[in-house]
């Protein structure tokens, strides 16, 4: 699950970690109320879930996601270019994003630009911290090429983030003296964040130090761990299901893991392991994926079903190529499931079906005698042959 | 011998009167496994299908039982507390079913483990499987939810984060006679309790396992670490799978581990690093067991 930056910065407020002061406004009004309140030099970015907004262009012709001004009216004005309009920057692709809301902000006055982040490290089972002096700029490319200047600290979990390691990571950051107070506190409650709002990631890029010699957070990317998310109503009010691909929006009301892709030929399997499994053979055999769909272990006829419209509501999909090991599941109500999803749907694709597993004879009998245009595959190999072969000659 | 568990091996089930648990509890004993004892809190003192004894707590289970083995079948918010109850028990192996449990649970319980005889395999795993010698390999060891049938007794060991692609090595090996030692099935978690290189170091110790299919997938560095150490070490031939080449960065794929973040955990970088230590790496999931009979009899 993403946040958009102002509810991050909501998310700082909450857990005091010093940020850039600023309001979300929906309206141009809004923005100029804000802008009024805070007054000086003001920032107005618009709020969609990509980045590269700075740099991107909206489709009225507006350059740019991401403006200073120096008055209410100018706030106002910018709004209104942004708000309503599509915003495409190199993260959304070409159909962009529409804005619906936009972030106006106090402006700051940067001297330096420093990195600090928490996330999961899977090789230790423990959370890790990462700052580095090369702040705003892209960390991966800083860890490539100058390594020695990113410092990684592990954190105990039973103990978490202690004061100590706090000003050791202050110390490296070369913020000294009243920076160094100011960064300890931000550090602490920054892990504290990161724990009790179950973060799998929460990186701050940049941390900025003003030229009032203020250290406040600029700009932060939370990931949220999805499993935990049962017990965090207010990150999860906190969703905004127009930022999600549509398909995928449906997908999660029948429980079905979505997730949506550029190609022509979609899956339906179960299993996770199974389903990314099946998306490279496709590819294997020629063809172009057009999703990734595990429908569980024990998969209902409804949710086949449902499976099958959200497949087909996707109009780049050519063919579906179906893959099921019914290990413990009945081959037989999943091969009724699919005939009658395919009736339900009127398909007029090819549909190509690899069944095995329990039952798996009189699944086969069901797909033969429903008088559908189904070929069913010998093994995923065949079966992922066949659906290329039948989208190139549809 | 097998790894881990043997047909004599006495398992416990916390969370037997659930629907999931109920279910593959009773799947394991028309399999022939012993399951000698379920534990729900709340639930002791009755019977499960009239034979089973019911336990409040796990320790009493294996104070009455003598099982040495949990499997845990308790929904994501109680699970790690479940786990936890297995290891305070003294049990030498908990296997984890559950799929959702909150990663910073999961982190508590893997350095609460840290210096006791209790091994955790999964969470988020379809168990593992030592299959007995009867027709369709009933009278083995079933742990969990893999389908029981596809297996055969025999002399490859299986290890794979993915239950269904786990069930199709097996299935391939079976249709092809080549039976199975142990299946292990170790989870898609990103913080798991046993890892590959943990389940080949003990086939490699096991005189019943002659060659190793290995199963993995996009995320993290475990499948890299666990063919840095077969290069060196690994005395068997294994053939290989990953999963997850064609999929986009940064999202998660249905798994909660399988995802590619900040270039790390791609399956190129892992396939490179199966090829580099002599491991035969299948080109497609329907190759599993064919690459691994090439690479082991030569035919």
Known sequence: ?394 | MSILVTPETKILIQGITGSFGARHAKLSLDYGTQVVAGVTPGKGGQLFENQVPIFDTVAEAVAATGATVSVVFVPPPFAADAILEGVDSGLDLVVAITEGIPVNDMVKVKHFMKGSKTRLIGPNCPGLVTPGTGENSHGGCRIGIAPGYIHKKGNVGVVSRSGTLTYEAVWQLTTRGYGQSTCVGIGGDPVNGTSHLDVLKMFNDDPETEAIIMIGEIGGTAEEEAAAWAKEYCKKPIAGFIAGATAPPGRRMGHAGAIVSGGKGTAAAKIAAMEDAGIAVSPTPAEMADTLIRHWKGK
């Open chain 1, 1 to 394: 699950m993403n946040i958009h930056e102002y509810q991050a910065r909501e998310l700082f407020a909450k857990f005091h970690v010093a940020t850039q002061p600023g309001s979300v406004a929906f309206t141009p009004d809004e923005a100029s109320q804000v802008a009024a309140k805070l007054g000086g030099k003001i920032v107005v970015k618009a709020q969609i879930h990509a980045g590269g907004r700075g740099k991107g262009t909206f489709k009225n012709g507006f350059k740019g996601g991401v403006h200073l001004c120096d008055t209410p009216d100018e706030a106002k004005d910018l709004a209104t270019n942004m708000l309503g309009q599509v915003l495409v920057t190199h993260q959304t692709g070409p159909e962009g994003k529409e804005v619906g809301k936009i972030f106006v902000g106090q402006a700051v006055d940067i001297t330096r630009e420093l990195y600090f982040a928490i996330l999961l490290d899977r090789a230790t089972s423990a959370p890790v911290v990462i700052a580095s002096t090369e702040g705003g700029v892209d960390i991966e490319a800083v860890a490539e090429h100058s390594p020695e200047k990113i410092l990684r600290l592990a954190v105990n979990p039973f103990l978490g983030l202690q004061p100590y390691q706090t000003r050791l990571i202050a110390a490296k950051l070369g913020l000294t003296g009243k920076l160094m107070t100011q960064a300890s506190k931000l550090f602490t409650n920054l892990y504290r964040l990161f724990l009790e709002s179950d973060c799998s990631m929460v990186e701050v890029n940049p941390l900025v130090v003003t030229a009032q010699g203020e250290l406040l957070a600029l700009d932060a990317k939370f990931n949220f761990d999805d499993n935990a998310l049962y017990r965090q109503p207010a990150i999860v009010a906190m969703r905004d299901v127009t930022e999600e691909d549509p398909r995928e929006v449906a997908a999660s009301e029948y429980a079905l893991n979505y997730i949506g892709l550029d190609g022509n030929i979609a899956c339906l399997v179960n299993g996770a392991g199974l389903a990314m499994a099946t998306m490279d053979i496709i590819q294997y055999a020629g063809g172009s994926p057009a999703n990734f769909l595990d429908v569980g272990g024990g998969a209902t006829k409804e949710q086949v079903a449902a499976a099958f419209r959200i497949i087909l509501g996707d109009p780049n999909v050519k063919g579906i190529l179906v893959n099921i090991f019914g290990g413990i599941m009945d081959c037989n109500i999943i091969a009724t499931g699919i005939v009658e999803a395919a009736r339900e749907t009127s398909l007029a694709i090819p549909l190509v079906v690899r069944l095995e597993g329990n039952n798996v004879a009189a699944g086969k009998k069901t797909l033969a005698e429903s008088g559908l245009s189904l070929v069913t595959g010998d093994d995923i190999l065949d079966a992922a042959r066949k659906i290329v072969a039948a989208v190139a000659a549809h």
